[in-house]
């Protein structure tokens, strides 16, 4: 219980510092007086309008989302079909597909990039979802998953009449939404936070993401004006925290007991 009521603390303690130096005035949160009485919320619009956070939460929000769904559909299916599709050479192709969590992604910008520009996909959505569209460790964490499922209850549905995309459908998933969820707010979260490629890919407002738009905000503000870019921060900062609160159970059920396997 202690330890519980200690990792609650540790993690909201620095949040309400960062939220309560959003609503001081300049200079204030260094030599704090009268603080309750002077409490405001301009820091926060006067955070939007040095940078367009609006526009920058919507592309993180399409971009995040997109991927996570990509992730999701991509996974399942390929997972899908190492556990339950029989074909030629399939232990050495999940090998292979295993194998690339090897790779750093760091290694693979390059030529990612210059396959963004052959297409026409520089400063455009495509260019910033595609090349992410499919994650080895979903694979992975899916068919450790889908092993444990009874191979009877396939068979028998393949008696039955059902097809292997029904089957999938209608048994597959919804056995799995826990550890779906644990996926999902994984994907999330992680490309929510990505900063490298977006900033590598955009060139323009109008696809940038939250992360640039935060680079933005500290550096337009040449004085430090650190309660406006607190203001950033927590309007940032609010979608992954509710994305946690949500998937925070499945999460962290889903990851534990795999890694158990």
Known sequence: MYIAVYRRVHYLVPLLYA?????????QYIYPSNVLSSLTFENYYLALQTAP???FLLNSLI????ITVGHLITSSLAAFAFVFIPFRGKGVMFSIVLSTMMIPWEATIIPNYDTIIKLGWLDAFPGLI???LALTLGIFLLRQHFLTLPKELYEAARIDGCSRFRFFLQ????????ILAALGTYSFITNWNQYLWPLLVTNS????TVQIGL????????QNDFPIIMAGIIMILLPTLLILVIGHK?????LASYSQK
Do not use: C, D
């Open 205 to 208: 407002n109008e696809i940038r």
């Open 63 to 66: 971009f995040a989302g997109l």
């Open 171 to 178: 048994m597959v998933l919804p056995l799995s939404r826990p």
């Open 130 to 132: 595609v090349p992410h």
């Open 19 to 27: 939220f309560f130096i959003s609503l001081m005035e300049t200079g």
């Open 250 to 254: 499945y999460l962290q059920k889903g």
């Open 215 to 222: 680079k933005m905000l500290i550096s337009q503000e040449e």
């Open 53 to 55: 956070i609006f526009k």
